[in-house]
């Protein structure tokens, strides 16, 4: 999803609609209030303070933005227990006011970044991303079987999500990207197959007319 993502906004900065490194403060309110997320004090409570420096569409691109993501950085799965904001898979927009954990541009750090960046997109483009993308990525590509919103056909073909078990074995559980989500999220939650993927990933590679890719009609969805 994150690649797909990253798509769509290369694409507004070739139409010059966005700079890569021109602060994004103004395009988006939410990002001028930024906070860092300082620590806690003694009783637990968050210490937050406002970022030194704004932060840009490079930067998000590249996780270096300072959002986290909480199952791998201890303080802010701390601040999320703390405040009650859900984790990003829930889909919830409260989730994007998570603080940063450093200042914008200091370090890398795998996060929410690229959610950001999907806001952006609809943002600018005045389109969610499932309808962007659709539009301007997959039906171009001829990815029809990718997608957010899974329709009734291609659930039908739905691979299903396994957990390892405590004596190593696979147990599938059930597990589905919400169906009516707050957001599109710009860093997860897309359905596709195998052969869709590989159209845009040679697409990437510069085969744009895509010749020779067989797309298999009844391949397995899966959730990227």
């Known amino acids: 999803t994150k690649t797909v993502t990253s798509v769509a ?29 300082d620590g806690f004090d003694d009783g637990g409570m968050p210490r937050l303070r406002a970022a030194r420096r704004p932060v840009t569409l490079r930067q998000l691109l590249t996780h270096t933005a300072g959002f986290a993501y909480h199952i791998w950085n201890d303080e802010t799965r701390r601040y999320l227990d703390y405040t009650g904001i859900p984790a990003i898979g829930e889909c919830k927009r409260a989730t994007l006011g998570t603080p940063v954990v450093f200042e914008p541009g ?12 999907g806001t952006i997109v609809e943002r600018l483009s005045g389109q969610s ?3 962007y993308f659709r539009e301007h990525i997959f039906a171009p590509l001829a990815m029809n079987d990718s997608g957010f919103l899974l329709r009734p056909e291609p659930r039908t073909r739905l691979a299903r999500v396994h957990e390892r078990q405590p004596d190593g074995s696979l147990a599938a559980i059930e ?18 197959t195998g ?6 990933l040679r697409m990437l590679l510069g085969n744009g007319e895509l010749d020779g890719v067989r797309v298999l009609r009844r391949e397995t969805v899966v959730e990227i």
């Open 195 to 200: 052969s869709d993927y590989l159209r845009l």
């Open 106 to 117: 200091e370090r890398f750090e795998y996060g929410i970044s690229i959610d950001w960046v």
């Open 129 to 131: 991303l499932e309808d």
């Open 175 to 192: 597990f589905e990207m919400s169906q009516q989500p707050e957001f599109f999220m710009g860093g997860g939650g897309l359905y596709s």
């Open 9 to 37: 906004a290369m694409q507004l900065v070739e139409q010059s609609r966005i700079g890569l490194d021109e602060p994004l403060d103004k395009r988006v309110p939410e990002l001028a209030a930024l906070q860092v997320l």
